[in-house]
């Protein structure tokens, strides 16, 4: 059974960062897609970031360049180094993860974690 732990979240001012981790048992990171997605109240979820074997990365447009994913294949954990937090990235970040490689970008994960909520205030 597959389990995905999300901590690290918390409440920040605009400008100062955040280290999400996500936790998996019953899955090994680093072999297939995963990804981390977030919500905001009101809106629908977006993707964020996404890594794949080998370290391949994907970026939303609007956190590239301030955000870095990336796994610990030691701690068997996926992370997510958020830098130059803005308001807008207030929302839940949830981890996923799936046993399919490709496009993991445009897939729909089978597996969730159940969030982590960042609020940054200006």
């Known amino acids: 059974q597959v389990k995905l732990v999300e901590s690290g979240g918390g409440s920040v001012q605009a400008g100062g960062s955040l280290r999400l981790s996500c936790a998996a048992s019953?899955?090994?990171?680093?072999?297939?897609?995963m990804g981390w997605f977030r919500q905001a109240p009101g809106k629908e979820r977006e993707g964020v970031a996404t890594?794949?074997?080998?370290?391949?990365?994907t970026y939303a447009d609007s956190v590239r360049g301030r955000f870095t994913i990336s796994y610990d294949n030691a701690r068997n954990t996926m992370i997510l180094e958020m830098n130059s937090l803005k308001p807008e990235d207030t929302a839940m970040y949830y981890c996923?993860?799936?046993?399919?490689?490709?496009?993991?970008?445009?897939?729909?994960?089978?597996?969730w974690g159940q969030g982590t909520q960042v609020t940054v205030s200006s």
């Open positions: 996923a993860a799936d046993q399919r490689t490709d496009n993991c970008a445009g897939l729909r994960y089978n597996y």
């Open positions: 019953g899955y090994t990171v680093g072999r297939a897609c």
């Open positions: 890594i794949r074997r080998y370290g391949r990365t």
